[in-house]
C-alpha cells in the first residue's frame, strides 16, 4: 500500500514537473520577427505573396514558432479587392526549458480589400479561412478576420520618408471544437491587437516596429514585433 502510493506521488510530480511549465509566463516579453513580400506577374492579375516569421516566448532563444508562408494571388479586374490560395509551414516550440516541437500544414483562402475614410485614414480588411492539419490532431478550421488601420502622420499620403501609425486586431474562431485523442478546444481560439510605429523607406519597402497583445482562453501575453514589408 505504501509503495503504491509512493509511486503515486513520484507519477504526480513528475507530471507536475514536465507539464507545469507549459503555461507561458504571461509578465515574459516575447518577440516576432516578420518578412512579408508581395508581387504581382507583371501587369498581370495574378501575383504571390508570402511571409517568415520567426517568433519566441522571450526576445530571442526559446521558439514558439517558425512559421513559413505563400500564396497565389488574384486582383480581379475593376474589383478594389485581393484573393488568395496559400499554404503554410508551421513548427511550434513548447514554452520554457522544453524543446519539444510539433509540425502543421495548413491551406488558406483570403479575401483582402481597402477602405480609405478621410485624407489619412486607410484600412485594410482581412477575412481568411484555413484547414490546418495539425500533428497528433484531428483535421481542424479556422475563421480570421483583421481590421487594419495605418494612419500617415508627416505626410497626408503614403509616399517615400512617410511615418505613420499602424494597428490592427484580428480575432480567430475555430470551425471544430473537438481535435482528437478525446481533447477539445472553445470557439474563440485567440484574439491579436497590434500597434506600432511605421516608416516607407521607399515605395514598396517598408519597416515597423510595435507590441502585439496575444490573449486566448488560457493566458495573454505581450509581444515585440519588428518587421520588414516588401513589394516587389
Do not use: C
Not at 512559421?67 to 490560395?85: C, F, H, N, S, V
Not at 480570421?144 to 494597428?167: G, Q, S
Not at 484580428?170 to 471544430?176: D, P, Q, T, V
Amino acid at each position: 500500500m505504501k509503495k503504491n502510493l509512493f509511486l503515486l506521488v513520484i507519477s504526480i510530480s513528475l507530471f507536475v514537473s514536465k507539464y507545469g511549465n507549459a503555461q507561458p509566463d504571461e509578465n515574459k516579453l516575447g518577440a516576432w520577427y516578420m518578412y512579408f513580400f508581395d508581387t504581382t506577374f507583371k501587369e498581370s492579375q495574378w501575383g504571390l505573396q508570402g511571409d517568415i516569421q520567426y517568433r519566441n516566448w522571450n526576445v530571442a532563444g526559446d521558439l514558439e514558432q517558425l512559421l513559413l508562408r505563400a500564396g497565389i494571388t488574384y486582383t480581379p479586374k475593376q474589383a478594389d479587392i485581393k484573393l488568395t490560395l496559400g499554404y503554410g509551414n508551421i513548427t511550434t516550440g513548447a514554452y520554457g526549458l522544453d524543446n519539444a516541437t510539433s509540425s502543421e500544414s495548413r491551406i488558406y483562402q483570403e479575401a483582402l480589400f481597402p477602405v480609405q475614410f478621410g485624407k489619412r485614414f486607410y484600412t485594410n480588411h482581412r477575412f481568411r479561412y484555413e484547414q490546418r492539419f495539425v500533428e497528433n490532431q484531428d483535421f481542424r478550421t479556422r475563421y480570421r478576420y483583421n481590421l487594419f488601420l495605418n494612419i500617415p502622420l508627416n505626410k497626408p499620403v503614403f509616399e517615400d520618408k512617410t511615418v505613420y501609425l499602424a494597428l490592427y486586431n484580428e480575432l480567430f474562431i475555430n470551425g471544430e471544437r473537438k481535435i482528437g485523442n478525446g481533447n477539445s478546444v472553445e470557439v474563440f481560439d485567440r484574439n491579436r491587437l497590434y500597434l506600432a510605429m511605421g516608416y516607407m523607406i521607399k515605395k514598396g519597402l517598408k519597416i515597423q516596429f510595435g507590441v502585439m497583445k496575444q490573449s486566448t482562453n488560457t493566458w495573454s501575453k505581450n509581444q515585440l514585433q519588428f518587421s520588414f514589408h516588401q513589394k516587389i
